[in-house]
């Protein structure tokens, strides 16, 4: 059967009256059928109305190919009459972010010649895909002004049905494919677009539209907007951001990109300096670590354990020791597993990768590396001490 879809003919239509015709079972949902629905399903960029079905709670709603409305429903619901409550919150939302579409849709045409090519109305912002290969900040702001006097204008919004004989004469934003009659939205002396959506009938309600961003999509432009209640708790939330940075800062929010340039600028020369003294410090502390080597083999051998460093510091370190004359690192990370860097330096023998790949096969872990420089990661904590003396004792071996 084809429910009589009363949101085309009110889309202020709260509360209404009904028959529950039939149940259908759609895998383990329940999706009542009723004979007249104010309730919107989700389509054309529009998502689905919210409410209640006498105490039956209405999650989704969808349109099969004939016309009928299916409200998916949260639990058991008989057959016969029913009064149905819409989410008037969620629906005044919708028709606030479809209207204010359609009037910045025909501002992109009359800015930038730009049409939209999609709608999605989504939780917190909407976007519309335009055929604007170069977007620019200039053709967003001329085109949300426009918009906005539109909205400000207060103009009346009409509600047109005509076949589709009549339907070019109205001098649409887009064509339809309907074949039956056609149901166009008529922003009084700025917009005419064919749509099934549920729209406020002044743009005055709209309240306002704001441009939240865009990016280039598809060869195209993706603009973010906002209308009516969510823009106004964009600002609310984007207005005490601000006040809380300009605080932190103690700056006006105005002066935000200067200060904020600046505080870039002064971390990244502190960022350098911490560098340059983190090279030193290692320096000293790889020269302190070589002059108290075993030399027992003939070799400055420095072997040491760390739990409060990260391997890559650990790295920085073993190769700062190799740059000494006659030098070989055996450093250790120690955590949950152990985590082993080996160097040396060019003048000594044998090849750091090798002892490290031998040692892996017969101790566990995993690792590689070069003839001067090598790591293993995964090392059972029990085989530490086996696994250094391995280490130590095959680069001897090569020498």
Known sequence: MTTQHLYYEDSYCREFSAAVVEVRAKGDRRMAVLDRSAFYPASGGQPHDTGTLG????????????????????????????TGHIDWERRFDHM????????????????????????????????????????????MREAEDLACRVVFEDRPVHILTVNRAGLAALGVRRVSARESEIRVIDVEGF???????????????IGMIAVLGFERYKGGTRVEFACGGRALTTLRNDHEVLRTLGRLVSGHRYELPRLTEKLLEERSTLARENSRLQEQILETEAAELVRHADRSTGKAV????????GLETIKVLAQKIAAHPGAVAILVV???????????????????GTAVK???????????????????????????DAWIQSVAVSLSAQS
């Open 55 to 82: 105490t039956v709670r209405v999650l989704e709603v969808e349109e099969d190919g004939a016309g009928t409305i299916l409200h998916l429903v949260d639990s058991e619901i008989g057959l016969g009459p029913v």
């Open 96 to 139: 606030q972010q479809h209207t204010g579409q359609h009037i910045l849709s025909q501002a992109f045409i009359q800015v930038a010649a730009a049409p939209t090519l999609s709608f999605h109305l989504g939780q917190e912002s909407c976007t519309i895909d335009v055929d604007l290969a170069q977007p620019a900040p200039s053709v």
């Open 191 to 205: 917009d005419r677009s064919p749509c099934g959506g549920t729209h406020v009938r002044r743009s005055g309600e």
């Open 302 to 309: 420095v072997q040491a354990r760390f739990s409060d460093r």
């Open 334 to 352: 120690v955590q949950d597993s152990a985590q082993i860097v080996v160097a040396k330096s060019s003048d000594v023998p044998g090849d750091c």
């Open 358 to 384: 031998d040692t892996t096969k017969r101790l566990g872990g995993r690792g590689g590396g070069r003839p001067e420089l090598a790591q293993a990661g995964g090392i059972p904590l029990s085989a530490l």
